[in-house]
Nanobody, 123 residues
Framework: QAQLVESGGGLVQAGGSLRLSCAAS????????MGWFRQAPGKEREFVAA????????NYADSVKGRFTISRDNAENTLYLQMSSLKPEDTAVYYC????????????????WGQGTQVTVSS
């Protein structure tokens, strides 16, 4: 399995933007559906966004739809999450992950995870 390393997290004011990146170590990156998930303190890990292997199919959690954009660059083995109009409730550790399934939003279907990057949105 490819190693996944997230970056780009940080502290931002409400209404601001951040772009998260997830670098994959293997060239097999382009075979997998990829997802972003997040986990806030005391809460379960939840789905944020997913993108299929070629990048022409995406899906978002209702809570981020219209504010976040998932994308990928298979030539660079990198997954992105552009986050705009951030809200305090977006504060969480954000994880990228891959799944062997053709398409899924379920946490349990994703078997390869990065270490996470903290996003904190101040009000």
């Amino acid at each position: 399995q490819a190693q996944l390393v997230e970056s780009g997290g940080g502290l931002v004011q409400a209404g601001g933007s951040l772009r998260l990146s997830c670098a994959a170590s293997a060239r097999t990156f382009n075979r997998y559906t990829m997802g972003w998930f997040r986990q806030a303190p005391g809460k379960e890990r939840e789905f944020v966004a997913a993108i299929n292997w070629i990048g022409d199919r995406t899906n978002y959690a209702d809570s981020v739809k219209g504010r976040f954009t998932i994308s990928r660059d298979n030539a660079e083995n990198t997954l992105y999450l552009q986050m705009s109009s951030l809200k305090p409730e977006d504060t969480a550790v954000y994880y990228c992950a891959s799944t062997a399934r053709i398409w899924s939003f379920r946490v349990d279907d994703y078997g390869n995870w990065g270490q996470g990057t903290q996003v904190t949105v101040s009000s």
